[in-house]
């Protein structure tokens, strides 16, 4: 039973920061890809960065530079730090498995976590 609990959201002014988190379990966390998405209300769900097994990170291009993705598996968690916040980063924010064929979610979401940034 694969559960994904993210935490870490709140309200913050522009420019400021927070720091996600993902605690995972129910699956071999350390040979899996992770990803983080976001969905804003009114708006379809999109991925915002991903990490895979190897590391090997990508992000959207309207959080480059400013987020930063990292896993540490010995702690079965993925975190996702975001710097420079901006109002259009607020959503809703979840993590998910991704496949490692096509490294897409897993079609079950949690709860996620709110993301809110005033101007």
């Given at each position: 039973q694969v559960q994904l609990v993210e935490s870490g959201g709140g309200?913050?002014?522009?420019?400021g920061s927070l720091r996600l988190s993902c605690a995972a379990?129910?699956?071999?966390?350390s040979i899996n890809a992770m990803g983080w998405f976001r969905q804003a209300p009114g708006k379809q769900r999109e991925?915002?960065?991903?990490?895979?097994s190897g590391r090997n990170i990508n992000y959207a291009d309207s959080v480059k530079g400013r987020f930063t993705i990292?896993?540490?598996?010995?702690k079965n968690t993925v975190y996702l730090q975001m710097?420079?916040?901006?109002?259009?980063?607020?959503?809703?924010?979840?993590?998910?498995?991704?496949?490692s064929r096509d490294l897409l979610p897993l079609n079950r979401w949690g709860q996620g976590t709110q993301v809110?940034?005033?101007s």
């Open positions: 309200l913050v002014q522009a420019g379990s129910g699956f071999m966390f991925l915002v960065a991903r990490i895979t990292s896993r540490d598996n010995a710097n420079s916040l901006k109002p259009e980063d607020t959503a809703v924010y979840y993590c998910n498995v991704l496949g809110t940034v005033s």
